[in-house]
């Protein structure tokens, strides 16, 4: 596999280009001599390769991947080149691959992330390749990979808990439509309510909606991915308690995006 990788590495930045400009055309630069042995170490390799041209249309699938997507009850390849693959698999808008994907292309850097199937209970290590001309996308299956690394993940989830348990700022496990999924003692001590009473109530009912920080904050956490600032929350006996609130957006195992608080008391600076 390590070799293979390699192999792909070194013709990805060429063939993104190549492959890419041709279009579906099947007599286009398909028949240019240095594609087709582009084209061979790419069907040759294990990785499911395919490319999407800047359009979003597909205009190359290997044949690992046209396997793996009929696996997962996508049409055959021939059906599904020269398609937009947002409009014809709208559930992966919104999605951590759809998100990986815009954020390459707008960075113009190659990404690496998991992804979990739960349909095939099948862990994926994704990489995307942005270029000029759209995007290339490989994965290969790492499920055996995380299958043995199980226990590690075990202890650090337990590490994980102990931090979240006894850390003297507010914390919380959010969404970004606002439900709050968890909170620590910290957080329902500082706001005076129980984690179900804080959970019930949702950011609207925590966060000061009458802030003038709060849109802005927002606004640039949607942009950056994380932002710290100066926020006003409220209370049980609605007293209003300064803050200083970090948050950060990240992805979970499903594909599905959340949201972190970490907020303390600033009364004191004031």
């Not at 084209?39 to 990785?47: A, P, Q, R, Y």
């Not at 709208?90 to 739960?118: D, M, N, R, T």
């Not at 439509?177 to 957080?187: E, S, T, V």
């Amino acid at each position: 596999m390590l070799k293979e990788q390699i192999i792909a590495n070194r013709v990805l930045v060429n063939f993104v280009t190549n492959i890419l400009k041709r279009g579906t055309n099947k007599e286009s630069s398909m028949n240019l001599p240095d594609t087709d042995h582009l084209v061979s170490l790419l069907e040759g390799i294990s990785d499911a390769f395919f490319a999407v041209n800047n359009q979003g249309e597909f205009t190359y699938l290997n044949q690992q991947a046209a396997q793996f997507f009929q696996r997962i009850g996508w049409p055959p390849k021939s059906e599904i080149l020269g398609k937009n693959i947002w409009e014809e698999f709208p559930e992966l808008v919104g999605s951590c691959f759809y998100q990986k994907c815009h954020q390459a292309i707008a960075e113009q850097e190659g990404l690496i992330f998991e992804e979990f199937y739960q349909s095939l209970n099948l862990w994926l290590e994704v990489r995307v390749y942005p270029s000029s001309a759209g995007l290339l996308v490989s994965s290969h299956d790492i499920t055996l990979q995380k299958a043995q690394t199980e226990p590690q993940a075990e202890e650090s989830n337990l590490i994980y808990r102990l931090l979240f348990e006894n850390s003297e700022d507010g914390l919380m496990l959010t969404a970004p439509d606002g439900r709050i999924l968890d909170a620590n003692p910290a957080a329902t001590r500082i706001l005076g309510y129980s984690k179900e009473e804080i959970i019930a109530r949702g950011r609207a009912g925590i966060l000061d909606t009458t802030d003038p920080n709060l849109p802005e904050y927002l606004e640039r956490r949607a942009k950056e991915g994380s932002a710290t600032g100066e926020l006003t929350i409220i209370a049980k006996d609605g007293t209003k308690i300064p803050v200083e609130l970090t948050s950060r957006i990240f992805y979970v195992e499903n594909g599905g995006v959340r949201t972190s608080l970490r907020f303390h008391d600033i009364s004191k600076r004031k």
